[in-house]
């Protein structure tokens, strides 16, 4: 952890020790009374954290915060519901590239099953955003939905901006000549594991989305996704 983030509610009580956050702080941070270490808040300001006292069940922390962070690029993501394993990585690593939406959609070719994974029904999805924005030290999360139909999510992005959409197989244009201004909202669409089938192409177009590609090779999701997002981010000047 680059950073640690506490809630509101538990900056005001005790951490116990049994905390993955204590265990970091105290077994790995090797921190001690009086020390410090980088805390944040969840869409929250950063800050600092104190250890105050250790007991033999919970920390005393005291923090002190600054300004709230600036808000996620207008980039936001819809991808076809991959397996249970694969979203848990693109959770974390899109969540750490700094991206305002996730939507895992469902579509034609997609396993509308995986919608009812422990992932999404125990909400231990919002875990994989933490560990994320943990890793990237900063404090932004991004929005996320899951198991909606595509139709229905493109029906709720903006009206203006970009739409993209990647395609190994239809694509005329790489992702990097796509013609994107530099501070526009951005829609960026996956298909699942096994493609967008035609009626998802079909869609796409129809809602005004451009597919583009980013090379010959057949990239798994989870890499795509990071390989996408630092094509575009490059391209505006944040990466």
């Known amino acids: 952890m680059n950073l640690i983030l506490f809630t509101t509610g538990e900056t005001g009580r ?5 905390d993955a956050r204590a265990r970091h702080l105290i077994d790995v941070l090797e921190r001690r009374v009086g020390d410090t270490f980088d805390a944040g808040q969840p869409n929250g300001p950063r800050g ?4 105050v006292a250790i007991h033999a069940d919970a920390l005393e922390l005291s923090f002190t915060w ?3 962070p600036p808000a996620a690029d207008p980039l936001t993501l819809l991808i076809g519901l991959p397996r249970p394993q694969t979203a848990r990585k693109i959770l974390r690593e899109a969540t750490a590239l700094g991206v305002a939406a996730l939507h895992f959609v469902v579509t034609e070719k997609g396993d509308p099953s995986y919608a009812q994974s422990t992932l999404w029904t ?5 875990r994989h955003l933490v560990t994320g924005a943990e890793q990237a030290f900063c404090t932004r999360l991004p929005a996320v939905t899951h198991g909606r139909p595509l139709a229905d999510v493109i029906n709720t992005l903006p009206a203006v901006g970009a739409r993209l959409a990647l395609d190994n197989y239809e694509a005329p244009t790489a992702l990097s000549q796509a013609a994107v201004a530099r501070d526009a909202d951005v829609a960026l669409a996956f298909g699942p594991e096994r493609g967008w089938s035609a009626g998802d192409r079909a869609l796409l177009r129809d809602r005004g989305f451009a597919l583009v590609h980013l090379g010959a090779r057949v990239l798994r999701i989870e890499t795509a996704v990071v390989a996408a997002l ?10």
């Open 48 to 51: 600092k954290g104190t250890i």
């Open 122 to 126: 125990s909400g231990e999805w919002e």
């Open 14 to 18: 005790p951490l116990l020790r049994t």
């Open 66 to 68: 600054g300004p709230a």
């Open 230 to 239: 630092a094509v575009l981010k490059a391209g505006r000047g944040s990466m």
